[in-house]
Nanobody, 119 residues
Framework: QVQLVESGGGLVQAGGSLRLSCAAS????????MGWYRQAPGKQRELVAA???????NYADSVKGRFTISRDNAKNTVDLQMNSLKPEDTAVYYC?????????????WGQGTQVTVSS
């Protein structure tokens, strides 16, 4: 099992910045990808950014150039630096991680942290 604990959400004005952090514990030795999803009210959960164990990153088009994901494999943490925030970035942000189980992967989720961007 992998446990994920997020921190860093909050309320910020448009144009401001926030930094989200996520710490993994438990069976962290085989974690593959880590990253962040978000879910706004009435919308589906969507990928924001992800980083592989090797450091390859992937971003949603809507956050490219504004958000930066970073990972510390030694500490089993993943951070999301969010700059130039917009009201449409308002959502609950969830940390995720996956690790290989047999022929596939198993995903794990944090409890979520609220990010609210006021206009």
């Amino acid at each position: 099992q992998v446990q994920l604990v997020e921190s860093g959400g909050g309320l910020v004005q448009a144009g401001g910045s926030l930094r989200l952090s996520c710490a993994a514990s438990g069976s962290t030795f085989s974690i593959n990808a880590m990253g962040w999803y978000r879910q706004a009210p009435g919308k589906q959960r969507e990928l924001v950014a992800a980083v592989s164990s090797g450091g390859s990153t992937n971003y949603a088009d809507s956050v490219k150039g504004r958000f930066t994901i970073s990972r510390d494999n030694a500490k089993n943490t993943v951070d999301l630096q969010m700059n130039s925030l917009k009201p449409e970035d308002t959502a609950v942000y969830y940390c995720f991680a996956d690790r290989p189980i047999g022929p596939g992967y198993r995903g794990y989720w944090g409890q979520g942290t609220q990010v609210t961007v006021s206009s």
